[in-house]
């Protein structure tokens, strides 16, 4: 079946512009997590949503980063002004629901690059 | 707030050993600990789950422990390939994961 998928793979931007990263989850999972890593680095929480509310926003660096899921399913994370800090690797993961005990499955990440 | 710490960060073994990769954790309060493997710029791949009722898991030459009141897992490759050659991650959690910065293993052939 279809995992995870992620576009683009890879994104390259100009600092200051505005970007948006596409994740498809597995098909009925009701759980999806975004994280963050960076060069040498295990990922960074940033984002996960049970349904289409985000459940946890803890993770998100600032008001620049914002991510939605209107229909519970696809999700969009968008970041303002991008800075050259932001470049990492961007991963999506589902899960059949949120919560303890669920195993997570990753997307193959999106790469942003900010020049 | 959980920290994630795998030991060690890098290692080096001639194909066939039988290697164990390390992970400790700050709060015995974590609910399941996942292990995932990454190969060069990819994403990750779930290897095993140990729920919060399970000590253990096994899949194939994989075998991951966890011990709660140590803070500590345990992923034991038996007979290790040149294949397995990747970056292992432990992460913990219930709901968000809190990922350790990972073991970057080499299988010589």
């Known amino acids: 079946g279809a995992g995870v998928s992620q576009t683009p793979s890879n994104k390259v931007t100009e600092k200051g512009k505005y970007v948006e990263l596409r994740c498809d989850p597995i098909?009925?999972?009701?759980?999806l997590y975004w994280y963050r890593q960076s060069l040498g680095q295990g990922p960074e929480f940033l984002i996960y949503?049970?349904?289409?509310?985000?459940?946890?926003d803890s993770g998100l660096p600032n008001d620049r980063f914002f991510a939605v899921r209107p229909e519970g399913s696809v999700s969009t994370l968008k970041i303002q002004r991008t800075e050259r800090g932001d470049s990492a690797v961007y991963l999506c993961?589902?899960?059949?629901?949120?919560?303890?005990?669920?195993?997570?499955?990753f997307g193959p990440g999106t790469r942003l690059t900010v020049l | 707030k959980q920290e994630v710490t795998q030991i060690p960060a890098a290692l080096s073994v001639p194909e066939g050993e039988n290697l164990v990769l390390n992970c400790s954790f700050t709060d015995s309060a974590i609910y399941n600990l996942q292990w995932f493997r990454q190969d060069p710029g990819k994403g990750l791949t779930s290897l095993l789950l140990?729920?919060?009722?399970?000590r253990e898991q096994t899949s194939g030459r994989l075998n991951a422990s966890l011990d709660k009141s140590s803070g500590r897992s345990t992923l034991y490759i038996a007979a290790s390939q040149p294949g397995d050659s990747a970056t292992y991650l432990c992460a913990g959690g219930g709901g968000k994961l809190i990922f350790g910065q990972g073991t970057t293993l080499q299988v010589k052939p």
């Open positions: 140990i729920q919060s009722s399970q």
């Open positions: 098909s009925g999972h009701t759980a």
């Open positions: 993961a589902s899960s059949p629901w949120a919560g303890e005990n669920n195993e997570q499955f």
């Open positions: 949503f049970q349904g289409t509310g985000a459940a946890d």
